[in-house]
């Protein structure tokens, strides 16, 4: 499985969230954590490769979830032109039967960003939670929850996936996909928040918090969380470049979306067979696919320089 | 800080040193000069972030890539700024040795203590490696570690913090250094363990003739040790003399102040004298002397004008106070400061 | 040391049972491997039912489960769902992903060790840069995409530029091929070239990276600057004292690889036709075939632990402050 897994990519060092901050910017720490974040947005804005990717992101983002409907053809439209390269009529060609490939891809591109979205949410709010209840109760709970993630981690992924993408395949819902994804990726963001939540809690600030006879609900909402709030957005943004790329090779494999509907790697399957023909149908899927995750991986990284209290650090 | 006829050991005239931020130029070394002697002592004294451990990283050629360094450096007429690694490791371990600060971090924690010092005089090329390693254990068995034939094979992390701090003596002593640097040797060890090491370091000084920059925030361990003392504020020296002679006769506030902080037995019943507020950020000095906002004697020239060292009324005494003068005789700090409570004193933050 | 080897492998026995068992109720309940000959008119119901018995369908999944157990701790690894032997065609295809996983990771390992070593020592200089942007496209890319592209485009251009056949695309080895042990390995050499350098330029971006940020921590450290007070080359500073502790986590996460790659290149192997561990649990799971993917999960399973032992192993070797117990 060792190229079908993308566990987090990029993820090369520990992430570190920048210093530790209580009340999460209300009450009586407000002022400090204001003004980390002020410093971790600007640290954020300078950081131009990072910034550029944003933008591209944003637009390829809202082309691929918007575009579909305000451009000429649909995806399942055949124009009388078949198997024409790239032109002003069609931007990226179109296939053997005539469809437009940008249409195409614009409706692949939508379920991917689709599913890369929802996968992101679905597994940061699971991983949150496992990791910081694991992180906090530590002992028992702790043990339970961890052997159960290692469980899950040694049942082969491609198994399950093809599994429930069998059952989920009648209702044929990009959705039930996501769910499928998400339920496996969130054991990464469950790791990092336990392992920060559980040094976190030892620090001062939350033993006051304790003392003064805050819950546990409060002391993990306001305390701690936002104190590893900045590793949380690093892991969810690189989730969603794991979540696509699961999701193209999935498709690619027959495993993910199927026809009638379409999905970037559904597309790189179908180009790949007259690529030596036709390799518009080919390289454009793949392109798309190549700067949704690189701009992602980009931005994650911006991120994690801007959380990244070694920044500013100097020897004296 | 007389010109001597032939080149001192030691020559350093003003070195900065500024690091570039994200958030702007830190200023760290504002202009540093002094002289060593062989065999002599020089005590440098200041708070954390006084610039007081980067001037002297900056000579070893230890400081960040990102370092901009000026000013110069000369061991026995020598220049030793700005040298490519190759160049300077002629004088760096062999001529000029150091010792750090923390002694938990400084060794290497996957090879043996005895390998690590062997290896520095392996490095200079005069003994084989086997030759290097029975060395490696006299050293160790000098400065006192016990059984040092088979401590030599242990790693860092048998050793305690005291005994780290030994071998790292034992690795700068080495090569039988000119010029021995001490970067607050023992500011992170236990209190008992500190008189030890400061035994040690004053044992193989004495046994090898070796000149010494002791670097401290303490000023009773300089008063031991050394035999001139270069008190630093700010990036640059502010006050600079021989022992007895500053101790005795400070003629800048803040080492009136420096020493009315300093517990004393012999002085029973006087107060302690605590400088209030704490030092500026060197990202942006304003214009002035960069103690007067915590100076009892302020002045408005002394926020206009940052003085330069004067030459006081003693011999190569000099201090960065345009009204040193105010300071005559002997002086004593409650005289100076106000005393306060620990209530009126603002928090360091 | 032994206490604990042996500690550890008792420890991981209980997470294979459950693990097993769970791969077995859940691909025992994900399709019906008769599919095909029950909507086949032409087969009578008899003979499906004589496969149902064969296969022990016709019985609940958790004796199934005990059948299948009692067989495997005699070392039988049961029939597939075709009827051959499952614990042959096992063995063909580790050594096939063997082949190519092996080759592929030191590969991958040594090229960006050094990369990654230069890429620190000159921190943002043209080559960091450049090798950062080289770690970052190839995280980015798509297995699928990439194998395919050196599939379809660049093959053709290295054998026409050649003007013979140099590298295969389909396939681990040229069917009835006849020749000398030299003309045989070539054969193989070229069959594997691309799937392997897929696989490379993968795990190099991963790897590389991973090198150049522990080199730049290690790199900071008090002791490297204890090392170069000490007036040693820079070249000694840097692979003695810096690179030995940088090599500690990257030895870690490598060892850890390997067992996990042992499960096999799933994309790579179909792109390229490869028939190892990787095609063969997408046989097993398209298929609904348990044994298959029962055999295929003993394997990885062993092997992972195995690894995961060894890197606790080679942690401890080279960081003399860790002890194993």
Same mark, same amino acid.
């Given at each position: 499985?060792?190229?079908?897994e993308?566990?987090?990519?990029v ?6 969230p ?5 009340g999460g ?6 002022v400090?954590?204001r ?7 600007r640290?954020? *804005?300078?950081?131009?490769?990072a910034?550029?990717?944003?933008v ?14 305000v ?6 439209q055949?124009?009388?032109?078949f !198997? ?11 296939d053997g039967?005539?469809h ?5 891809v ?5 379920k991917?960003v689709?599913?890369?979205l929802?996968?992101a949410l ?5 991983g949150?939670?496992?990791g910081?209840v694991a992180?906090y ?10 052997r159960a ?6 049942i082969p992924?491609?198994a399950?996936l093809?599994?429930?993408s ?6 044929g ?6 769910l ?5 990726v ?9 392992a920060?939540?559980?040094s976190?809690r030892?620090?001062?600030f939350?033993?006051?918090?304790r003392a003064?006879?805050?819950?546990d609900?409060?002391?993990i ?5 936002p ?7 690093v892991a969810?943004?690189?989730t969603?470049?794991?979540?696509? =790329?699961?999701?193209?090779?999935? !498709?690619?494999l027959g495993?993910g979306?199927? +026809?009638?509907?379409?999905s *970037?790697g559904?597309?790189v399957?179908?180009?790949?067979? !007259?690529?030596?023909t ?5 390289y454009f ?19 994690r320089?801007?959380?990244d209290?070694?920044?500013t650090r100097?020897r004296a | ?5 032939r080149?001192? =050991?030691?020559?350093?005239s003003?070195l900065?040193?500024e690091?570039?931020?994200?958030d702007?130029v830190v200023?760290a070394?504002?202009?540093?000069s ?5 065999g002599?002592v020089?005590g ?9 451990s980067?001037? %002297?990283?900056?000579?070893m050629?230890?400081?960040?890539r990102?370092?901009r ?14 040298l490519?690694a ?8 062999k001529?000029?040795?150091?010792i ?6 400084? =060794?290497n924690p996957?090879?043996?203590?005895g390998a690590?010092i062997?290896?520095a005089?392996?490095?200079?090329g ?7 390693n ?8 000098l ?6 034939g088979?401590?030599?094979r242990?790693y ?5 913090g ?8 034992a ?5 039988d250094p ?5 970067d ?7 209190v008992?363990?500190?008189?030890q090491?400061?035994?040690?370091l004053r044992k193989?000084?004495?046994?090898t003739?070796a ?9 009773g ?7 001139r ?11 600079y003399?021989? +022992?007895?002679d ?24 006087e107060?302690?004298t605590?400088i ?5 950020s ?8 960069p ?8 002045r408005?020239?002394c926020? !206009?004008?940052?003085p330069?060292l004067?030459l006081t009324d003693?011999v190569e005494h000099?201090?960065a106070c ?6 005559g005789?002997e002086?004593?700090a409650?005289?100076?400061f106000?005393?306060?409570t620990v209530d009126?004193a603002?928090p360091?933050s | ?6 500690r550890r492998l008792?420890v %991981? ?9 769970l791969?077995?109720?859940? +691909? ?9 000959l029950?909507?086949n ?11 149902e018995?064969e296969?022990?369908l ?7 489960y005990?059948?299948w157990v ?6 039988d690894?049961g029939?597939d ?5 499952v614990?042959?065609? *096992?063995?063909?295809a ?9 080759v592929a =990771?030191?590969?991958?390992v040594v ?5 990654g070593?230069?890429?620190a020592?000159?921190q943002?200089?043209?080559f ?7 770690a970052?496209?190839f995280? %980015?890319l798509p ?10 485009f660049?093959a ?5 530029l ?18 000398g042990?030299?003309a ?12 392997a350098?897929t696989?490379?330029?993968i795990?190099f971006?991963?790897?590389s990276r ?5 080199m730049?921590?290690?790199?900071s ?10 007036g ?9 004292h810096?690179l030995r502790? /940088?090599m ?5 996460i490598? /060892?850890?690889?390997?067992g ?11 792109v390229f036709g ?10 097993g799971v ?5 044994n298959?993917v ?12 195995l690894?995961?032992?060894l890197a606790?192993?080679?942690y401890?070797y ?8």
């Open positions: 499985m060792a190229d079908l993308t566990p987090a990519p993820a090369d060092e520990v992430v570190v920048g210093g530790p901050v209580a910017g209300r009450g009586e720490f407000g400090e954590a003004s980390q974040w002020r410093m971790v947005t640290r954020f *804005l300078r950081h131009r490769l910034m550029a990717s944003l591209v992101l944003v637009l390829v983002i809202l082309l691929s979830l918007v575009g579909g409907r451009w000429k053809y649909d995806y399942t055949i124009t009388p032109e !198997s024409t390269g790239p032109s002003w009529g069609h931007p990226m060609g179109t039967p005539g437009d490939t940008f249409a195409q614009l409706r692949g591109a939508q991917s689709q599913i890369m929802l996968v679905f597994s940061t709010g699971i949150v939670l496992i910081a992180g109760y530590r002992g028992k709970v702790d043990a339970v929850l961890m993630i290692d469980l899950l981690l040694t992924t491609l399950i093809a599994v429930l069998n059952k989920v395949r009648q209702s819902s990009w959705f039930g996909i996501a499928i994804i998400a339920a496996l969130w054991t990464t963001i469950a790791r990092i928040v336990r920060e939540v559980l976190v030892e620090k001062e939350v033993e006051a918090a003064a006879g805050a819950n609900w409060r002391i909402t306001r305390h701690l969380l104190n590893v709030v900045g590793s949380i957005i969810a943004t690189l969603m470049a794991a979540a696509i =790329l699961i999701e193209t090779t999935l !498709s690619y495993l979306i199927r +026809v009638p509907d379409t *970037l559904l597309l399957s179908d180009g790949q067979s !007259s690529a030596q036709r390799p518009w149908l080919f899927p793949g392109l798309f696919i190549i700067i949704i995750v690189l701009c992602v991986n980009f931005i994650g990284d911006g991120l320089d801007a959380f209290p070694k920044q100097v | 800080m007389t010109a001597s006829r080149a001192p =050991l030691l020559e350093v003003d900065q040193v690091f570039p931020t994200e702007g200023h070394v504002r202009g540093v002094y002289s060593l002697e062989a002599e020089l440098i004294v200041g708070e954390s972030g006084s610039g007081k980067v001037s %002297s990283l900056a000579l050629g230890l400081l960040p990102g370092a360094i000026s000013g110069s450096a000369k061991y026995r007429g020598d220049e030793l700024l700005g490519e190759r160049d300077l490791n002629v004088i760096r371990g001529k000029v040795a150091m750090f600060q923390d002694p938990m971090t400084s =060794l996957v090879h043996r203590v690590q062997g290896e005089i392996w490095a200079a005069v003994l084989s490696k086997g030759d290097a029975k060395r490696a254990v006299e050293l160790l068995d400065v006192g570690i016990p059984q040092a088979s401590r030599a242990s860092p992390h048998e050793f305690s005291g005994m780290r701090q030994r071998a790292m003596i690795m700068a002593m080495a090569n000119d010029v021995l640097i001490a607050e040797p023992t500011t992170a060890l236990d008992t363990v500190q008189a090491i400061l035994e040690t193989v000084q004495g046994e003739g000149a010494m920059i002791l670097i401290t925030h303490d000023l361990v300089v008063a031991n040790m050394s035999d003392v270069m008190v630093m504020y700010a990036g640059r020296p502010v006050e003399g021989t +022992v007895d500053l101790y005795e006769r400070p003629r800048m506030p803040y080492t009136v102040g420096l020493l009315g902080s300093l517990p004393r037995l012999d002085a029973e019943g107060r302690l605590p209030t507020g704490s030092p500026p060197l990202l942006n000095l304003p214009a002035g002397c103690f007067a906002p915590r100076c009892p004697m302020v408005d020239r926020l !206009s004008e940052e330069p004067y003693e000099v201090a345009h009204f040193w003068m105010e300071l005789g002086v004593i409650t005289e100076v106000e005393v306060t009126d603002e360091l | 040391m032994l206490p604990f080897i042996v008792l %991981s026995i209980p997470l294979l049972a459950v693990s097993s068992f791969v077995f109720v859940l +691909v025992a309940n994900s399709g019906d491997p008769l599919q095909d029950r909507v008119p032409r087969i009578a119901p008899a003979t499906i039912k004589a496969k018995r296969l022990h016709d019985q609940p999944v958790i004796t199934r005990g059948i009692k067989d495997v701790v005699r070392g690894f029939t769902n075709h009827g051959s032997s614990r042959p065609q *096992l063995w063909r580790l050594q096939v992903t063997l082949r190519l996983v092996v =990771l030191m590969v991958a090229v960006a060790v050094l990369v070593v230069v890429s020592i000159r943002y200089s043209l960091d840069y450049s090798s950062t942007f080289a970052f496209l995280f %980015s297995v699928f995409w990439l194998a395919a592209l050196l599939k379809e660049a053709i251009r290295v054998n026409n050649f003007g013979r056949q140099l590298v295969f695309t389909i396939g681990q080895q040229s069917p009835d091929f006849h020749g042990f030299f045989r390995l070539g054969d193989m050499a070229g069959h594997t070239v691309l799937p350098l696989l490379i330029l795990s971006a991963q790897y991973y090198t150049r940020s522990s730049l921590d290690v790199m450290s008090d002791y490297v600057r204890t090392a170069r007070a000490k040693i080359t820079s070249r000694r500073v840097i692979f003695n810096a502790n /940088a500690i986590p990257l030895a870690t490598v /060892a850890l690889d390997f996990a790659v042992i499960g096999g290149a799933v994309v790579t192997e179909k490869w028939h190892g561990m990787g095609t063969m649990l997408i046989t398209t298929q609904f075939d348990v298959l029962q055999a295929w999960l003993m394997v990885t399973a062993v092997v992972v632990v690894f995961n032992l606790d192993i080679a401890a080279l960081d003399p402050r860790i002890r194993l117990g």
